[in-house]
């Protein structure tokens, strides 16, 4: 995923600054006994200062450099990053931190000059310029503060995100105990990766296959599409829609033998909120069902409602089965 950078607070910022400033400013003074005490006090305040803000515009540029620019998240990101920040702040606080490094440059040039054009004697001037530089630049961070610790807040929200790679990604929906883990589990193996999702409680699983060229993502979702959407709360509504961004192919399996009104109606509230992507349904389970004649009025009473998707026939447990599904699938990627 993105890289974050260091975000340093602004009274850590402040205290590595002027420390760092410190002992650069002694090691001058110490240079060498042979060099005039002023001359060595006046190169200790310029190294003072070139210290300072070196470390000031070397952070906060790596900062503004490093932190990923709100417009090139990808979607789904976005969408989870929407949950819990306001993306106009995210975008002003940035600009607090490249106004700061504006005014440390332009302040730093316009003390060095001083410094530089003071004569060595006038001690006092110099240390009243160097304090100044230290004065104000403490200021400018202080005034980005609230910024700074926003930026902190946005890049722990961040650090939590899915690590969700950028392939094609087959979604799985339906109720609890229809078998959408074991589909996922005999299709991709036992590699099945754990993500934690932000905001909510729920995990995501993930799995891989890759048939032939292509490697293909696999997403169970637990909790977040199997139930109807007016039992969320926001953030699980925003982890749902994020999963919009993601699905390339829908598969919503359903279980013959548990509620099918239910299912029925959950199916046709996915396929309204995820417009988009291709569906397949794939009744799963048939190994339990005796009478054929079942399946076929379950799968008649589907087309009645809808030609919008394929409706396949499988066994979760049986690897041929599951196979053929998704070879299903691969075709509608
Ligand atoms: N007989 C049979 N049992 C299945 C099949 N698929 C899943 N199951 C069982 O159904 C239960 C629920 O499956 P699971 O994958 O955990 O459902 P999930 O809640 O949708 O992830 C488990 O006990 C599975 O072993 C199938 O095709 N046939
Ligand atoms: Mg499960």
Redesign the pocket.
């Known amino acids: 995923m993105f890289k974050l950078p260091y975000v340093p607070s602004a009274d850590g910022l402040i205290e590595k600054t002027f420390s760092r400033g410190r002992k650069e400013a002694k090691k001058k003074r110490a240079a060498s006994p042979y060099i005039p005490r002023e001359t060595r006090k006046k190169r200790a305040e310029e190294e003072r200062v070139k210290a300072i803000s070196g470390i000031i515009l070397g952070d906060l540029k790596a900062v503004i450099k490093q932190f990923p620019s709100y417009d090139q998240l990808p979607p789904f990101y976005r969408e989870l990053l929407d949950v819990r920040i306001d993306k106009d702040k995210y975008k002003k606080s940035l600009g607090a931190v490249q106004w700061c490094v504006n005014n440390t440059e332009n302040l730093k040039n316009k003390i060095l000059k001083k410094i530089k054009y003071s004569k060595r004697t006038e001690t006092d001037k110099i240390t009243g310029l160097s304090k100044e530089f230290m004065g104000r630049c403490a200021s400018f961070i202080k005034q980005i503060s609230g910024d700074l610790d926003r930026l902190i807040e946005i890049k722990e929200t961040m650090r939590n995100f899915p690590d969700i790679e950028k392939q094609p990604t087959l979604v799985i929906a ?10 996922l ?1 005999t299709l991709t193996g036992s590699k099945v990766r754990v993500a934690v999702y932000p905001f909510t409680t729920q995990e995501i699983y993930i799995g891989h296959v890759k048939p032939k060229y292509l490697k293909y993502q696999i997403i ?1 979702t ?1 909790g977040l599409l ?1 139930r109807h959407i007016v039992y969320r709360n926001k953030s699980e509504l925003q982890a749902i829609l994020a999963m919009k961004h993601l699905a390339d192919v829908l598969l919503f ?1 359903i ?1 013959p033998t548990g509620n099918l009104e239910e299912q029925f109606s959950l199916l046709f509230e996915i396929r309204e909120k995820f417009s988009s992507p291709p569906m397949i349904v794939a009744i ?5 069902i005796d009478d054929r004649k079942n399946l076929d009025e379950i799968e008649n009473k589907l087309l009645k409602n809808s030609n919008e998707f394929k409706i396949m026939m ?5 690897y041929e089965s599951v196979l053929k599904v998704f070879k299903e699938a691969e075709k509608l990627f």
């Open positions: 339906g109720f609890t105990n229809v078998g959408k883990s074991t589909f589990r169970d637990p199997d399996i279980d799963n389970k048939i190994d339990l499988m066994c979760a447990n049986d």
